[in-house]
């Protein structure tokens, strides 16, 4: 629809997934397996935690919001995506295009300082360890978890507001499988350089800080663990950090590469596959890497199994 020579969207067409027909079946079944393994495993943390009282500890407490913020966080996105791969109707509608993009970002600056707070009480657990319970205190933790939410929502309704002001062209393809920020920016005939600038610093500064301090983190882990003269527990402790920074870096890595370092270069397809690691895959590793593999974990499994047996 057009008015005052301007045209006004009212959808957007998501192309997906470049590939060809007949490997959208394989992809579909591949999508839908690691969409499924994502809300499994991320719900059996949250539902473990809530029952077990053993894990009512800051860590836990942290690590089931982070679980809460993978699950809504993947479910953004690919439910949309495998709708898409199985309809000819490729549509969503501008209010749609506009909210998936909010919560897309909401979430996705939730891992950021969720991520950051985790690695904090690492940090205070493994060099404080005996001023842990005084310094993690209940109110520091739910200070910490709330704030986080607040920062999210509140930076991320920002640059939706001001992609709402935006006006844009005829052209309403998106080459995405989802309404991502710098897809809606291509197609923007009105100035975008606010918008660029705010993505830029206000966007830096939410993800370059929270990284920059996990790896100041880790680096006093390091070095305080060095100092213990226990084989097993550096190697514990080293394994522990080489995990949780497989996780930062992969999350971390991609998205500083595609928001913050953006290239001409960069093809359609090298973006599309570094989003999807961190929308798809690194939510699905994280129960693996942050928790199944934890005997705290296992433990309340069993518990809570057993208790069930008992009841019944």
Not at 158 to 177: A, G, R, Y
Not at 228 to 255: D, E, N, P
Not at 264 to 274: F, L, P, R
């Amino acid at each position: 629809m057009i008015k005052n020579n301007q045209t006004v969207i009212t959808q957007f067409l998501l192309l997906g997934l470049p590939t060809s027909p007949e490997q959208q079946h394989l992809f579909y079944v591949l999508f839908l397996a690691m969409y499924l393994t994502t809300i499994m495993g991320n719900s059996i943390i949250i539902i473990l935690i809530l029952l077990d009282s053993h894990l009512h500890t800051p860590m836990y407490m942290f690590l089931g919001n982070l679980s809460f913020s993978d699950l809504c966080f993947s479910s953004v996105t690919i439910p949309k995506l495998l709708q898409n791969m199985q309809s000819q109707d490729t549509s969503i509608s501008y209010p749609g295009c506009l909210t998936q993009m909010y919560f897309y970002m909401v979430f996705a600056n939730l891992e950021n300082f969720l991520l950051m707070v985790m690695a904090y009480d690492r940090y205070v657990a493994i060099c404080f360890p005996l001023r842990y319970t005084s310094i993690m205190s209940p109110i520091l933790c739910v200070c910490l978890v709330f704030m986080s939410w607040v920062i999210s929502m509140l930076s991320s309704m920002l640059h939706t507001l001001l992609v709402v002001k935006l006006s844009f062209c005829e052209d309403n393809i998106i080459p995405h499988f989802f309404c991502d920020i710098s897809a809606l920016f291509k197609l923007a005939c009105s100035d975008i350089h606010i918008n660029e600038l705010l993505i830029f610093y206000l966007g830096g500064t939410s993800i370059v800080i929270p990284f920059f301090l996990i790896v100041v983190s880790y680096i006093q882990i390091v070095w305080s663990i060095l100092n213990v003269s226990s084989t097993r527990a550096i190697h514990k402790v080293f394994s522990t950090c080489g995990s949780h920074l497989s996780v930062v870096s992969l999350f971390y890595g991609t998205i500083i590469g595609l928001y913050l370092c953006p290239s001409a270069n960069n093809s359609t397809v090298k973006e599309i596959a570094m989003a999807m690691m961190y929308t798809v895959v690194t939510p699905m590793l994280n129960p693996f890497i942050y928790s199944l593999r934890n005997r705290d974990m296992k433990g309340a499994l069993i518990r809570v199994l057993y208790k069930k047996k008992i009841s019944l």
